[in-house]
């Protein structure tokens, strides 16, 4: 095999992983420290009655990312833009 045959594939397979929007892109998009952002999701995973799907997507001691149009990012962006009470 050469290397210009494996090269093709490597690029095909790059190019099929969906694009993942992250904590920092979501936090400059709300106009938000990604800390702040950080915090807030963390707080929003726990309660499970209103963001059913953040607190079981997210794995602990993980980054946050999202496949983009998702449930999941939906409800972030909704946890992020809540008023605190």
Same mark, same amino acid.
């Given at each position: 095999?050469?290397?210009?045959?494996?090269?093709?594939?490597?690029?095909?397979?790059?190019?099929?992983?969906?694009?993942?929007?992250?904590?920092? /892109?979501?936090?400059?998009?709300?106009?938000? !420290?990604?800390?702040?952002?950080?915090?807030?999701?963390? #707080?929003? %995973?726990?309660?499970?009655?209103?963001?059913?799907?953040?607190?079981?997507?997210?794995?602990?001691? /993980?980054?946050?990312?999202?496949?983009?149009? !998702?449930?999941?990012?939906?409800?972030?962006?909704?946890? #992020?833009? %809540?008023?605190?009470?």
């Amino acid at each position: 095999m050469t290397t210009n045959e494996t090269k093709p594939d490597t690029v095909r397979q790059d190019s099929e992983k969906p694009t993942m929007v992250t904590l920092d /892109q979501l936090a400059r998009e709300m106009k938000m !420290s990604p800390r702040d952002a950080r915090m807030l999701l963390r #707080l929003a %995973a726990k309660q499970t009655k209103q963001y059913p799907n953040l607190g079981k997507d997210h794995v602990a001691r /993980q980054q946050w990312s999202w496949t983009p149009g !998702s449930k999941v990012l939906e409800e972030a962006r909704k946890a #992020l833009s %809540a008023p605190l009470v």
